[in-house]
């Protein structure tokens, strides 16, 4: 089964081929990053006109990679939540539109669910169950995964997802949208000894992330140093580094207690912030000490793309759900909501 | 004479029609913010099935804009998908345009009229243009613009016939070109079945757009949103 995967929450359009037998066959990314940078942030209104400009040009592009035409494909995958609700609404419209065109069926996927079964695109994927960690600029979540669809939400964020503080630190330290790797560049130079930032909540038991106490104490960082003189390059570095080793520290240490508190020994992440070299390499370094391991996906699929949609699509299409009546987009969806399917396809 | 599917979801109304062998049907409510949930089910009412080049459809035509950018985007989306999915192409009809002719096919002006077409643009502006009416046809005698209702400036002397949501800020029009205005038919709304008049005559022209070009013409392209710069933070 071929199946046209479209991504469209935020501000990455995606689109992907997946064929439930031969894996992924293309996948096409369009950052609109550079369209957003000079607002410090995600404009909705300007994600959605480029959605609508990009959409169809990579679709053509992915079929033509894949060397196939519209009769090769047997279905449409799209995001149908959460996310913004105009940037959703571009590519649902369009895949609900080429699914009837085309006499084939379509199904709105759950953005996080697409990066949860991300590290499946990979040729060493991980058994059921495992724990994720789903971590980006909209998401901080701990989820038990007994198999596709069968999740059991362990912990979130209270305020802030992790990649949302990145991009805050980031703004305090003039840095440029999106924050997470202007931040892991200058902690590389940074000073570890210098700053000893908190790890929220790591002494009360439970598994819900705060990084709001973190973001003040950055900014009360930051403004110490301008009133010593003037925020100089090493201040920044020194506190990116602080920064960033105390929401890695946080993580690590979450992660730690929910494989032992599920008695599991497979930690997946996914996510924009699962990119960061600090956190891969620190969570390694602990589950290895517990004989844990810990899968995640290739560095182009840790952020919104085509291809998870495509293939979380492929797992429900494969178990014959697909789109009922009206297009809806859910901005706000519980993944717990999600029903379950037994078979992985491919 | 072609066949045709059109689309206009740029208003509280979702609207679709059927040219087909020069009988018209057509499904159109008023459901604000519900376009998308009903679009396809109402499509389904009008065709058997999605595959439009199969049921000899020659084009699609769609409302290009003004109107909700939201609602533009779900009817640019879909004729997108449409149209590429079978092959077809597009024609872009001006929102202000079909609603301008809803006014001639329902008898409200005649030939030699002007028709002050207006879309509420929320925000206290609205959009405009105005048409002459020439036998079966329209003139556009502007370009389609937003502005804030007491700054609109339409050229000429003469009356118009003022049709369109915009009205909702009559009383803040310069009280000159109120004076100039001899009907307001404020509930008049953009019709998927209006746009055929004008697609007919821009397909028989070779007017019309691959499935990719298809786009909403928002007209109000600024946007509220601050850059860093105009913050006063660094970009």
């Known amino acids: ?346 | 004479m072609a066949n045709l599917l059109a689309i206009d979801t740029s208003t509280d109304a979702c609207s679709v029609a059927l040219l087909h062998q020069g009988e018209i049907s057509e499904c159109h409510e008023i459901i604000p913010r519900q376009h998308s949930q009903r679009l396809f089910g109402m499509l389904a009412e009008l065709l058997p099935s999605g595959r439009l080049r199969e049921q000899g459809i020659d084009a699609i035509c769609y409302g290009e804009g003004p109107g909700s950018f939201t609602g533009l985007r779900v009817c640019a989306s879909a004729v997108q998908g449409l149209c590429f999915a079978n092959r077809l192409p597009a024609v872009p009809v001006s929102t202000l345009e079909a609603q301008a002719h809803a006014a001639l096919r329902e008898g409200l002006v005649s030939s030699g009229d002007t028709i002050l077409s207006t879309l509420d643009a929320q925000i206290g502006e609205l959009y405009w243009c105005r048409f002459r009416v020439d036998g079966a046809e329209l003139v556009a005698l502007d370009v389609a613009a937003v502005c804030k209702p007491g700054a609109m400036a339409a050229a000429g002397q003469g009356a118009m016939v003022a049709v369109g949501s915009g009205l909702n800020h009559l009383a803040a029009l310069p009280s000159e070109l109120r004076s100039r205005l001899s009907h307001c038919y404020a509930d008049l709304l953009p019709r998927a079945r209006d746009q055929f008049p004008v697609a007919l005559a821009k397909l028989a022209r070779g007017q019309v757009q691959s499935a990719e070009a298809v786009c909403p013409v928002y007209v109000r392209d600024e946007i509220s949103w601050k850059k860093l710069s105009e913050q006063g933070k660094p970009a």
């Open chain 1, 1 to 346: 089964m071929l199946i046209l995967g479209l991504e469209t929450s935020c501000d990455e359009t995606g689109v992907a081929l997946y064929h439930t037998g031969r894996g992924l066959l293309a996948h096409a990314l369009f950052s609109q990053v550079d369209i957003h940078v000079e607002y410090g942030g995600v404009v909705p209104e300007l994600a959605s006109r480029d959605h609508i400009r990009k959409a169809l040009p990579l679709i053509e592009q992915v079929m033509a990679e894949a060397n196939c035409t519209a009769g090769d494909i047997n279905a449409v995958a799209y995001t149908a939540g959460p996310g913004l609700v105009g940037a959703l609404m571009v590519g649902a419209t369009l895949a609900r539109a080429l699914a009837w065109g085309w006499g084939v069926p379509s199904l709105g996927v759950h953005h996080m669910e697409g990066h949860l079964l991300a590290p499946m695109l990979e040729e060493d994927r991980p058994d059921f169950p495992f724990v994720a960690l789903l971590v980006s600029g909209g998401h901080t979540q701990l989820v038990r995964v007994d198999a596709i669809g069968e999740y059991r939400l362990l912990g979130e964020s209270l305020d802030d997802a992790a990649g949302e503080a990145f991009d805050k630190a980031a703004k305090m330290l003039g840095l440029p949208y999106p924050g997470g790797p202007h931040i892991a560049r200058l902690a590389e130079q940074g000073d570890p000894s210098r700053f000893d930032f908190p790890r929220p909540m790591v002494n009360r038991p439970g598994l819900d992330f705060s990084f709001s106490g973190l973001k003040t104490y950055t900014l009360n960082t930051v403004n110490d140093c301008r009133a010593a003189g003037e925020l100089t390059e090493q201040d920044k570095c020194d506190i990116a580094r602080a920064f960033e080793e105390a929401v890695v520290g946080t993580l690590v240490i979450k992660c730690r207690r929910a494989l032992k508190q599920e008695g599991l020994k497979t930690l997946v992440m996914a996510g924009g912030v699962s990119a960061n070299r600090n956190l891969r390499a620190s969570l390694e370094m602990a589950l290895k000490k517990d004989r844990a391991r810990v899968f995640y996906p290739a560095p182009e699929f840790c952020t919104d793309n085509g291809a998870m949609i495509a293939y979380a699509g492929a797992q429900r299409l494969a178990a014959g759900q697909r789109d009922e009546g009206g297009t809806a987009v859910r901005p706000r969806w519980p993944m717990a909501e999600l029903p379950p399917i037994t078979q992985v396809a491919g």
